[in-house]
């Protein structure tokens, strides 16, 4: 563990204190960073790298970054830009002559207001195809095929799409000349002195000693973590859907990733207009900037740049940041500007998501904070599953008042209506967590939609289109699931 002069043992103490606490309930397992002024100041390692052998992690353990990975896209693009070699307004049509959107520029790309598809696009081509594994080069033979066009008008709006930065990947490439490994460790890893990072997916594979393995539990009931291989699930995802890189794919340590963190922000690796631009909001043809995330934990809204999301509160400085989900990984990079503070947390699970690197955030500033948010959800279903719906809602009450516990998010309380609803021994115990749902988050239309799924199973129709149209009217702009629902059951 490191510290500098300025905190000394106040602040180790003061972040120990906090994640202890979710350390003791495997909430945190991974490894938490704190630099400022490119320097470490706290260090920690939790949990297991390998929890079937006991080995724990350590500072060198090595992590998928998922979508931390487009902040290294985005800085090879700019910097064939500074290199002449493209123009962030040119057409990406004019390298791929058969790209089907003449339309969509790079820096639409960069953005995220291209308007193309995420992973959806490989849906039904994964139906025809279960066993191959699509990558980069799949994605224009999909778009050509693909009938639903574009989200929307590019620029016009925003929509996170992976095929993006994967299809970057491939510019520079072909700019290059080279793979995207060897680009980056030339022009990336080498100036920065970055030696533990690389790319890693289903098709390339690097033996390393270090490197975390993947872990999830399969279910909220679930009291154990298992190798994220072993879930049903998770195939289409690790599988079918791992051959991409450029979106995500690199494995990482924390201290590599403070390394980048240092060179990026120094104007090492990309001259300072362009780590400006990178860090602008993006604004649409209409002039508005948008708003692209409505809640960063409680540190508010988000607009979106390039590779970065940029917090629109700036009366702490300017903070930028970047989180990354996969199966097994959950990943959090955080910069201040203003006060050259770097937050980093990689794990090798997906239980807390971004919430300690959050906390970790205000304790560093001299914030109170009570506890590191670990989500209720779990405990609530365990209760629910083990104990029944009266010991359920009785935990549920006396958490949720408890300042170290963080109430369910909507895709939390969907996700274990979804996995109770898979065994027909617990679709009751489904409807009740979808019940409690829509009573303590009212008019969701994602919890209502979900919600009149499991009526459905249980064949309370005219509940269930009552709920239908509950969501459609909280949400005209969702697809046509829940219309097409409301046809079927009113045609019963």
């Known amino acids: 563990m490191a510290t500098s002069s300025l905190y000394g043992q106040s ?6 204190s906090v994640f202890n606490v979710p350390y003791r309930n495997s909430s945190l397992n991974g490894n938490l960073l704190i630099a400022e002024k490119g320097k470490v100041i706290y260090q920690r390692s939790f949990g297991y790298r390998d929890v079937a052998n006991q080995q724990p992690i ?5 992590f998928g970054l998922a979508s931390i990975s487009k902040q290294f896209t985005l800085t090879a693009v700019l910097q064939l830009k500074e290199k002449g070699k493209l123009k962030l307004d040119d057409h990406f049509v004019k390298y791929f002559p058969d790209f089907p959107f003449p339309e969509i520029t790079i820096g639409q790309m960069l953005t995220h207001t291209s308007g193309l598809p995420d992973y959806e696009l490989f849906d039904k081509l994964i139906e025809k195809e279960p066993d191959r594994i699509f990558g980069n080069k799949d994605i224009i033979p999909a778009l050509k095929v693909w009938n639903k066009g574009l989200q929307f008008k590019p620029g016009d709006d925003w929509s996170y799409s992976n095929m993006n930065y994967c299809l970057l990947a491939l510019l520079i490439e072909k700019l290059s000349g080279e793979t995207l490994q060897a680009y980056l460790e030339k022009n990336m890893f080498k100036p920065a002195g970055i030696h533990h990072t690389y790319i890693e997916n289903v098709v390339l594979k690097t033996n390393n000693p270090d490197r975390t393995v993947n872990y999830e539990y399969p279910t909220f009931y679930a009291s154990k973590l298992v190798p994220v291989d072993s879930v049903p699930d998770e195939h289409k995802m690790i599988y079918n859907l791992g051959g ?3 979106q995500g794919g690199l494995t990482s340590t924390a201290e590599d990733l403070l390394k980048f963190d240092n060179a990026f922000f120094s104007g090492k690796l990309i001259n300072a207009n362009d780590v400006n631009e990178a860090l602008t909001a993006v604004k649409f043809n209409n002039g508005q900037t948008a708003q692209v995330f409505d809640q960063f934990i409680d540190l508010g809204a988000s607009g979106y740049g390039m590779g970065w999301f940029v917090l629109k509160d700036t009366t702490k400085g300017k903070i930028v940041w970047h989180s990354g989900g996969r199966p097994g990984i959950s990943t959090v990079h955080l910069h201040n500007l203003r006060t050259d503070q770097t937050i980093i947390m990689l794990q090798n699970t ?3 998501s971004t919430t300690p690197a959050v906390y970790a955030y205000h304790l560093l500033n001299g914030e109170s904070m009570h506890g590191a948010g670990i989500p209720i959800i779990r405990f609530y279903a365990q209760a629910l599953v083990n104990e029944g719906t009266d010991a359920a809602a009785i935990k549920l009450q006396a958490l949720r008042g408890d300042s170290n ?10 996700d274990l209506g979804y996995q109770l609803s898979q065994k027909k021994e617990y679709i009751p115990l489904a409807l009740e967590a979808f019940r409690t749902a829509s009573i303590l988050i009212p008019d969701n239309w994602y919890i209502n939609q979900n919600y009149a799924t499991a009526l459905e199973k249980v064949g309370k129709n005219k509940l269930a289109i009552t709920l239908y149209k509950k969501s459609i009217a909280e949400n005209p702009k969702q697809d046509d699931y829940s219309a097409n629902r409301i046809k079927a059951l009113e045609g019963k």
């Not at 350590?58 to 090595?62: G, H, Q």
């Not at 516990?405 to 969907?414: A, G, L, N, T």
């Open 11 to 16: 602040i180790t103490s003061k972040i120990d």
């Open 58 to 62: 350590t500072p060198v353990s090595a």
């Open 244 to 246: 991409f890189s450029g």
């Open 350 to 352: 997906q239980e807390s």
């Open 405 to 414: 516990y963080q109430m369910p998010k909507d895709w939390m309380w969907v």
